[in-house]
């Protein structure tokens, strides 16, 4: 998943996956994804790995399909998926033409179709996919048109475009002040990967 043999990541790793005695690499099938890490020390876009599978069949695939659990349950809130949605990039389904896929959703909305990992994929046909960012997804998104993210996943959710467009407009300000509102760092280990270490 490098570009770059230079370039640096965080990894997201599967949370039942142990590293072993030995291990050189974690196996590309546990790591959810990853965030690129730029020369000034800034986080890129959160990109999903298409290999990953989850330990557990019932484990959420990718941050915004664990988000969107917790918000179906009403342990999140839409900010909070927002903030996700801003930092993440997601896969659009194509008709294969060069437009984006439209489809009815189960309440009769039109809707473009979005996956967040290669497992929602699976569960959706589509002649291709394109990868993309938040504003290229509004700027794709037609009036009228709502989203619908992982169709036929177990956090399948129907967002309306002006839902997107909002977000995609938040100033940075907006942001920041998000971010502080929902920063806590409990319960979360980042754990250095030294590459040949055994």
């Excluded at 965080?10 to 974690?26: A, S, V, Y």
């Excluded at 020390?41 to 664990?66: H, W």
Aim: contains cysteine; proline residues 9%.
């Amino acid at each position: 998943m490098t570009d770059q043999p230079d370039e640096s990541y965080f990894l997201l790793m599967d949370p039942e996956w142990e590293r072993r005695e030995g291990d050189e690499t974690p196996p590309m099938r546990s790591v959810v994804g990853l965030w690129p890490m730029h020369a000034d020390g800034s986080m890129g876009r959160f990109r999903s790995n298409p290999e990953y599978v989850p330990l557990r069949p019932e484990s959420p695939t990718d941050p915004i399909d664990a988000l969107l659990r917790l918000a179906m349950r009403g342990d999140a809130r839409m900010e909070q998926v927002q903030l996700v949605l801003r930092d993440t990039l997601i896969d659009l389904a194509m008709n294969g033409d060069g437009r984006p896929l439209v489809v009815r959703s189960p309440d009769d909305v039109p809707c473009v179709v979005v996956a967040t990992s290669g497992q929602h994929q699976q569960r959706v046909f589509a002649p291709e996919w394109h990868r993309v960012e938040l504003e290229t997804l509004v700027e794709r998104l037609a009036d009228g048109i709502d989203v619908m993210i992982n169709p036929n996943g177990p956090a399948a959710v129907r967002l309306t475009g002006d839902f997107l467009r909002h977000t995609a407009q938040l100033s940075d300000e907006q942001v920041a002040e998000l971010q502080e509102v929902f920063r806590d760092a409990e319960g979360v280990t980042i754990v250095p990967w030294e590459m040949g270490a055994r």
